[in-house]
């Protein structure tokens, strides 16, 4: 069977790739979302981040004999520490000044960042070996899926839907999103606000850094691995609504299944189909698909 | 008797005058090497710092061995890939620095732009970098060298072998620009010419990340060879990616162009069996282990073609500026091409008209993890491709200043 001249087969294949880099985006859109959303900083340096969390867990396995799993809870803490360490000396100064700051600070950070693995590892990247639990992959009829993809697509998910819970149904979530309305209100209520957004900011670096684990095996850690993707994330929380934490993720997921459908029918313009729903999106609706006016 | 003793000495302060009129041939009496190359991206690791580090050998070597009466000097600068960035900073060095050569220049769109101002402002380019055929045929120039290797030498030695051994049906994996057009074309034509077929081919974004799609769709056509026609990164993610979905080793891939800091990357898990072409390896004779493993010491890392090449051909160079006695382009060049290169990187080499430097290039094929006996040992050298062979034929040539 032949849709549009492709084989269902193909298109099939395609939706499923689609899907997996659809969940990369997701996740680490999300972590910027949150930072937007709660903080108002612009964080340029999620790419940066992501990039740590890969070379962590690179260096853990082959320094330290710190295994994947681990490695997958270790790194986003390291890096997420980093993040606190981050916000408390530097972040922090920026709140009351115009957004770009606060981008300038963190892009010149991502620079940074990279400049030292660049120089440290070259640019060529480091190989991390996919967990010996998820090798081999599974023949779905239509195509052969690596199993560690199907993992990457679950794992995703399912942190983007714990996150999303937390923030919008659990109390802290609720504690999170008022400090962020009126902190002095919630201040005078015995919460201690800055606190609140110390950790906030630690845990979207530290999400960033969870799906640098999740791409170590699958791309070659390299330094550059985070300003490739960076530019895309950006454009999905531009699409979904700065600081919607649902549209985000859906945005993330949608824009994948996109591209990998452009990847088949005029993969010329995979690079830049993202962009140009982003023009779009903007001009149709400025404050994003899921964003409040 | 008294004339006689006049008459020699005055022959003496003559010459010295004449000597000394050679010498102050060669401008402010120093010899400026430019350096231009990626300092930062993604040819960072086959070029860069390690290209720098072989100018700065080859200046050392060549003032140890030559004594010269000059002095040599170096300045390096990164052009991150970019055409622009490249021809402003070589104009800048040719109009400011008195810089006499600009070397390097990995990525061919730098390398086609610097040669045009080298061309304008009558300097040198020497090229170990860049791939594409073009630098010595449609944009030729009688300034430059394009020294180390090119995508016709790439796919003369990858793609005829693989053909001939079998791999007669490809689908070719393409990074979208001048480069990977010009090798999927030139491997195209050699793997029809030896009697396979190409089913078809993609382009994909230069850079890109992820290559699943690419992948699938290589693997729906049914090619038993997949032809790699990108290079740094493009190619290590495909390569890796394509053990991940189960492609390999059921269709084989052909990497057209890798470096061996691609195979250490990799590492030789993912990389074994793999066909490369390439211009030098560190572990082929005496020669070129020992020079190796001086770069080694310095650099951490073994030396890819490109830097090799580049030590090469900037020896080349100084070595013709002392012989012509003076730094002018056009005399240095003459004195150039009239010279065979022989050194740990070429046995017999000669620059031709069009400016191709030719010389024998390897085909090499990469060991499986068990044999590789000591810290980068990675290839086993399957034929030596004769420079005759290895490169276009002037016959062939696009290059106006070939005669015919």
Redesign the interface.
């Known amino acids: 069977m032949e849709i549009f001249g492709v084989p269902s087969a193909l298109l099939g294949s395609q939706l499923l790739v689609g899907l997996i880099n659809g969940s990369f985006y997701a996740i680490l859109s999300l972590g910027l979302a949150i930072i937007f959303g709660l903080l108002n900083i612009i964080n340029f340096s999620h790419g940066a981040q992501y990039m740590m969390g890969a070379f962590v867990a690179w260096i853990a396995l082959n320094k330290l004999g710190i295994n994947y799993w681990v490695a997958l809870l270790f790194a986003p803490l390291v890096i997420g520490a980093l993040g606190v360490v981050i916000e408390r000396t530097m972040l922090r100064k920026l709140y009351k000044l115009d957004h770009l700051y606060g981008l300038l600070l963190t892009f010149g950070l991502a620079l940074i960042f990279e400049g030292i693995f660049r120089d440290q590892y070259g640019i060529s990247g480091q190989s991390y070996p996919v967990p010996e639990l998820l090798q081999g992959g599974v023949n779905l009829g239509f195509m052969f899926l690596p199993i560690y993809r199907g993992w990457v697509v679950v794992a995703a998910l399912t942190v983007c839907f714990a996150t999303w819970f937390i923030i919008e149904k659990t109390k802290l979530g609720a504690y999170l999103r008022a400090g962020t309305e009126n902190p002095q209100m919630v201040q005078a209520l015995g919460i201690n606000v800055p606190l609140l957004i110390t950790f906030t900011y630690g845990f979207g670096v530290a999400l960033a850094a969870f799906a640098g684990v999740l791409a170590a095996p699958v791309y070659q850690v390299s330094p550059l691995m985070g300003s490739n993707l960076i530019i895309v994330v950006f454009a999905v929380v531009v699409i979904g609504g700065m600081g919607s934490i649902m549209g985000s993720i859906l945005t993330g997921i949608g824009l994948g299944l996109i591209e990998g459908l452009t990847r088949v029918f005029y993969p010329e313009a995979s690079a830049v189909v993202v962009f140009v729903i982003m023009v779009i999106v903007l001009l149709v609706r400025p404050a994003g698909l899921f964003g409040k006016a | 008797m008294q004339t006689k003793k006049l008459s020699t000495l005055a022959c003496a302060a003559a010459f010295a005058m004449l000597s000394g009129a050679a010498n102050a041939q060669i401008s402010g009496n120093t010899v400026k090497v430019g350096v231009l190359t990626d300092m930062?991206?993604?040819?960072?690791?086959?070029a860069?710092a390690g290209a720098v580090l072989a100018t700065q050998m080859a200046i050392e070597d060549f003032i140890a061995e030559a004594k010269p009466a000059f002095k040599v000097e170096m300045v390096s600068a990164d052009h991150q890939n970019k055409a622009d960035i490249a021809s402003n900073k070589a104009r800048e060095w040719f109009e400011r620095e008195g810089v006499d050569a600009a070397t390097e220049l990995v990525t061919t769109s730098t390398a086609l732009a610097v040669m045009k101002v080298a061309k304008e402002m009558n300097r040198i380019t020497l090229m170990s970098g860049p791939g594409s055929t073009p630098i010595t045929n449609e944009q030729c120039t009688d300034l430059a060298v394009h020294y180390t290797y090119d995508t016709y030498a790439l796919a003369n030695g990858t793609a005829k072998a693989v053909t001939q051994q079998g791999g007669d049906t490809w689908f070719f994996l393409t990074a979208?620009y001048a480069f990977g057009q010009a090798l999927e074309r030139d491997s195209s034509a050699v793997v029809t010419a030896n009697g396979g077929k190409v089913l078809g081919s993609?382009?994909?974004?230069f850079?890109?990340?992820?290559f699943?799609?690419?992948l699938?769709?290589a693997q729906?056509s049914g090619a038993k060879i997949i032809g790699l026609a990108n290079a740094?990164?493009d190619t290590?993610?495909a390569i890796?990616?394509a053990a991940?979905?189960?492609i390999t080793p059921k269709q084989a891939l052909a990497g057209l162009l890798m470096f061996i800091?691609?195979v250490?990357?990799?590492?030789l898990q993912?990389t074994q069996g793999m066909y490369l072409t390439t211009g030098f390896y560190w572990d082929l004779n005496d020669e070129t282990r020992a020079w190796s493993k001086r770069f080694f010491e310095k650099h951490k890392?073994m030396p890819t073609m490109v830097q090799a090449g580049q030590y090469s051909s900037v020896m080349h160079y100084l070595r013709a500026v002392k012989a012509a006695g003076t730094d002018d382009a056009a005399k240095v060049m003459a004195q150039m091409k009239a010279t065979p290169i022989n050194d740990f990187f070429a046995k017999n080499g000669r620059i031709r008209d069009d400016g191709r430097m030719i010389h024998d290039m390897y085909l090499a094929q990469v060991k499986k993890p068990e044999e590789s006996k000591y810290p980068w040992d990675y290839y086993h050298i399957r034929q030596t491709i004769p420079a005759d062979e290895a490169f276009l034929p002037l016959s062939q040539s696009k290059c106006p200043l070939v005669k015919k």
């Open positions: 930062s991206g993604t040819y960072s690791d086959l860069g979208d993609v382009r994909h974004p850079p890109a990340s992820d699943s799609s690419f699938l769709q729906a740094g990164a290590t993610n890796k990616q991940e979905f189960g800091s691609d250490h990357s990799l590492g993912s890392r």
